[in-house]
């Protein structure tokens, strides 16, 4: 705090508190689909909200994505 004058006061500068949040980001796995008996496509993802020119590789470690499904599993979505 500085620079400013008023001629009837006294100033006293106090410092304050600058608080940085953590910004909000989307983490969502990438749909996928295969055929029976196949293998098992590879799991990706998408992260979103980024600011500053940031993108996924500053996510450390990365997400790690499985799911239950195998090349044997039913027909349907897991």
């Not at 949040?21 to 990706?44: F, Q």
């Not at 600011?51 to 996924?56: M, Q, S």
Request: charged share 10%; glycine share 10%; hydrophobic share 35%.
């Amino acid at each position: 705090i500085g620079g400013a004058s008023a001629g009837n006061y006294q100033l006293v500068y106090v410092p304050g508190t600058l608080t940085i949040n953590r910004r909000t980001l989307t983490v969502r796995a990438d749909n996928k689909s295969m055929t029976y008996g196949s293998a098992l496509p590879v799991l990706t993802f998408t992260a979103t909200g980024f600011v500053n020119g940031d993108n996924a590789t500053v996510l450390s470690p990365a997400p790690v994505l499985s799911t239950t499904a195998n090349a044997e599993s039913n027909a349907g979505s897991y």
